[in-house]
């Protein structure tokens, strides 16, 4: 247990409830898969907090409950994400107040974990007593984490379906992928998007998971632009501050620890140099990558 400069919160002064995901009309407790959950849908945590009014000031040597705030946070360290929605815990003395927050599409992936706190929301005075005084101090931080799965273990990276024509983009195109490479150390779930288009006819295949050619074909042609877009980024950017980045060590699920996996793996260079040859002789190394990519073969390798 941590030592803080000043009192907190008693465990017997607060209580919080296990968040639960709401999707939809389905309410999925933590812990759980959330199989109604997809990325174009707004998504609702709802937790509670109830204190004992009387047990937390006397745990924390405050006067009164105004200055103190209940949190519940979300975060999701595949994209990033971190919201975070507070209530006046004097709207929950002797009695459960709601805590809710909306998760909009397109923020979130893989998981979320959920996290409650005590803090304080307004500067004080310094009292004897060492009761919390500085704005942001943390009256009570939980012990427990939630976390809810959004995909399972078997997710690549977010993949939407929806019909390309009326969100104009070419309505014959069987996918889309978006690809960003603002920062190598950008969570890569958050950097990249493959969009499926549901008024193609091969988009019940290329959702299925199922192995066969439209795999194949999709599967090469990720890994592909993946890898001409960073290439083309490292042309456009400066070269000595980029040649340095790319040699560095990359946090796992990066942009860069994803990149340099993928070059490992189909190209058997270390990024930076599959970097270079991308830019130097791209033919040479693209036909190379349909070879390990297993192109044609009926399966995604």
């Known amino acids: 247990m941590r030592a803080m400069p000043f009192r907190t919160a008693s465990d017997y ?30 998504s609702t945590v709802v937790g509670g907090v109830q204190v004992d009014a009387t047990e937390l000031l ?4 405050l006067d009164d409950l105004s ?35 909306v998760i909009g599409p397109h923020t ?29 101090s943390r009256v009570f931080a939980s012990t427990q984490s939630h976390r809810f799965i959004l995909e399972g273990d078997a997710a690549g990276f977010p993949t939407e379906a929806f019909a390309f024509g009326p969100a104009g983009l070419p309505k014959g195109a069987p996918w889309h992928l978006r690809f960003h490479v603002d920062s190598l150390e950008d969570p890569f779930m958050g950097a990249v998007r493959l969009f499926i288009n549901t008024e193609h006819q091969a988009s019940e295949q290329l959702l299925s998971g199922a192995p ?40 796992e699920g990066s942009v860069g620890a994803v990149l340099s996996s993928l070059t490992t793996t189909y190209l ?11 830019r130097t002789d791209r033919a040479r190394v693209l036909t190379k990558l349909r070879e390990s990519a297993g192109l044609l073969l009926g399966d995604a390798r």
């Open 13 to 42: 002064s607060v209580k919080f409830t296990p968040p639960r995901l709401r999707v939809g009309d389905a309410l999925i407790e933590s812990g759980k898969p959330a199989p109604t959950w997809d990325y174009l849908t707004t």
């Open 58 to 61: 006397r745990s924390t040597a």
């Open 67 to 101: 200055g103190i705030s209940a949190t519940m946070q979300v975060d999701c360290a595949s994209t990033g994400f971190r919201e975070t929605v507070a209530l006046p815990v004097v709207q929950a003395a002797d009695h459960e107040a709601a805590l809710q927050l």
């Open 108 to 136: 979130v992936a893989d998981q979320i974990e959920i996290s409650y706190g005590l803090v304080l929301d307004r500067e004080l005075e310094p009292r004897p007593s060492m009761a919390p005084y500085r704005r942001g």
């Open 212 to 251: 066969g050619l439209h795999r194949s074909v999709l599967f090469h042609s990720v890994l592909e632009q993946l890898l001409v877009t960073a290439a083309d980024h490292n042309q456009a950017a400066d070269a000595d501050d980029w040649s340095e980045l790319l040699s560095a060590n990359h946090t």
């Open 268 to 278: 058997e260079m270390a990024l930076p140099a599959a970097m270079a040859a991308v």
